[in-house]
Nanobody, 120 residues
Framework: EVQLVESGGEMVQPGGSLRLSCAAS????????MSWFRRGPGKGPEWVSS????????DYAGVVKGRFTISRDSAKSTLYLHMTSLQPEDTALYYC?????????????WGQGTQVTVSS
């Protein structure tokens, strides 16, 4: 059974930083691209970032590019999202998903999410 467990979300002030983690199990992590998406208050899912199976190719939504960094540790089957210069509009439930940018929605595997709240 595919399991994805996100953690690391909390309340931070504008300008702050956070690192989210996603522990994967139930599949061979190193065989899949991975993605982060988020769902803000009253909004639909918004793709944030993806990384390929080797970790060398990454892609970001324009609104987070230059502020967020996606990475993976295949030895630990863990996906990360390092977020800096956080703004109130980054407030959302953040999910990790199996699959790259074009695949994650179709594959349909994601976790319960971790809440990030940016507020002064």
């Amino acid at each position: 059974e595919v399991q994805l467990v996100e953690s690391g979300g909390e309340m931070v002030q504008p300008g702050g930083s956070l690192r989210l983690s996603c522990a994967a199990s139930g599949f061979t992590f190193s065989n899949y691209g991975m993605s982060w998406f988020r769902r803000g208050p009253g909004k639909g899912p918004e793709w944030v970032s993806s990384i390929d199976i080797t970790g060398t190719t990454t892609d970001y939504a324009g609104v987070v590019k230059g502020r967020f960094t996606i990475s993976r540790d295949s030895a630990k089957s863990t996906l990360y999202l390092h977020m800096t210069s956080l703004q109130p509009e980054d407030t959302a439930l953040y999910y990790c998903a199996r699959g790259g940018r074009e695949e994650w929605a179709r594959q349909g595997h994601w976790g319960q999410g971790t809440q990030v709240t940016v507020s002064s």
